[in-house]
């Protein structure tokens, strides 16, 4: 482990190791919840200086200074160059890929499908990493609360979007009271209103780990709500917020993070579901058949 760290990642990973009590600085509670605050959100810490900051972290100027001094830091200013890092990442992430598909010349004249084939096998290599990685016990831990709970809200944010939509569409077939968290004629704090203790969200993001999925699942996990969340990585911000985490590998041979490990992912849990509900969930897509007939519409 490196002090500092190197990026922000790593940052990110030296708070994790101290909140699991695996790692001892000399670092007061109030620095600490400070410094957690500043991860969750570090677009803030980015654009602030070390005035602003205090004013919005609740501490001092110089107890800012001696934490970044205790992460081995020189001062504010190369602590904070991490989070600008970061920062700037989140906000390049498409047009990076992109360049690196440009730079990476895999598409000459007559060889195209040499793109398509790379493609496979970075998608091939993700689920691969993916089921060795994943528990027996987070599976069926996701399936339980799945099939089990009252109700259910999904949320992914930006491209994360698509495979919410997968899975509230998969699982309103099987069963009723799932929704997506934010309608379209709702904004995000009504439909955090709507969440009651013991509800379960399925939250779902990969890097560049958007600042609205993460502040999601933290005020729901506040309001005593359970989660589910369904990302790229143990180091994500996502997966200390759950009860229950399942990690996708989003390594890309793309601009974007592909989607395909998460659709097989997601089209496995909901067969997982399926089989937990057994005759109530054969019951209700019957039910629903019904009502598409009555409807004259194709099933």
Same mark, same amino acid.
């Given at each position: ?10 940052l ?9 009590? +695996? ?24 654009m602030? %200086? $070390?005035?602003?900051?205090? @004013?919005?972290?609740q501490?001092?100027? @110089?107890? $800012?200074?001696?934490?970044? =001094? ?15 890092q =970061? ?11 992109v ?9 000459k ?24 990685d ?5 599976l $069926?831990?996701a ?10 809200? $999904?949320?992914g944010?930006?491209?994360?979007a698509?495979? @919410?939509?997968?899975?509230?569409y ?15 004629d ?10 009651k ?5 399925v939250v779902?993001g990969?890097?560049?780990?958007? %600042?609205v ?11 005593? &709500? ?36 998460? &659709? ?11 089989l937990?509900l057994?005759?109530? @969930?054969? %019951?209700?897509?019957?039910?629903? +058949? ?5 409807? +004259?519409?194709?099933?």
């Amino acid at each position: 482990m490196n002090f500092p760290p190197k990026n922000f990642e790593e940052l990110r990973h030296i708070v994790i190791n101290i909140r699991q009590g +695996e790692l001892d600085l000399a670092m007061g509670k109030k620095s600490f919840q400070a410094l957690e605050s500043m991860i969750e959100d570090a677009d803030v810490v980015a654009m602030s %200086n $070390i005035v602003e900051l205090a @004013a919005k972290t609740q501490l001092s100027s @110089a107890s $800012i200074t001696r934490l970044a =001094k205790s992460l081995g830091f020189k001062g504010f200013q190369q602590f904070q160059r991490l989070f600008k890092q =970061k920062s700037k990442m989140a906000n390049s992430f498409y047009s990076d890929g992109v360049k690196n598909l440009i730079t990476s010349n895999v598409i000459k004249e007559k060889n195209a499908k040499l793109l398509l084939r790379e493609q496979l096998l970075t998608v091939t290599n993700n689920i691969e990493q993916g089921l060795d990685d994943v528990s027996e016990t987070a599976l $069926i831990q996701a399936k339980t609360l799945l099939a089990s709970k009252s109700r259910i809200y $999904i949320f992914g944010y930006r491209h994360s979007a698509a495979i @919410a939509n997968i899975l509230r569409y998969g699982l309103t077939l099987l069963r009723p009271n799932v929704q997506m968290l934010v309608q379209e004629d709702h904004g995000v704090a009504i439909a955090l209103g709507q969440l009651k203790k013991g509800d379960l969200l399925v939250v779902i993001g990969s890097a560049p780990y958007s %600042n609205v999925t993460v502040k999601i699942a933290s005020i729901a996990k506040k309001q005593q &709500c359970q989660i589910i969340s369904i990302t790229d990585s143990k180091l994500s911000p996502l997966n200390d917020l759950a009860s229950v985490a399942i990690h996708i590998p989003s390594s890309k041979h793309f601009y974007m993070n592909s989607l395909v490990s998460n &659709c097989f992912f997601i089209e496995g849990l909901l067969s997982l579901v399926a089989l937990e509900l057994g005759k109530v @969930a054969v %019951n209700h897509l019957q039910k629903h +058949e019904k009502l598409l007939g009555q409807l +004259e519409v194709s099933s």
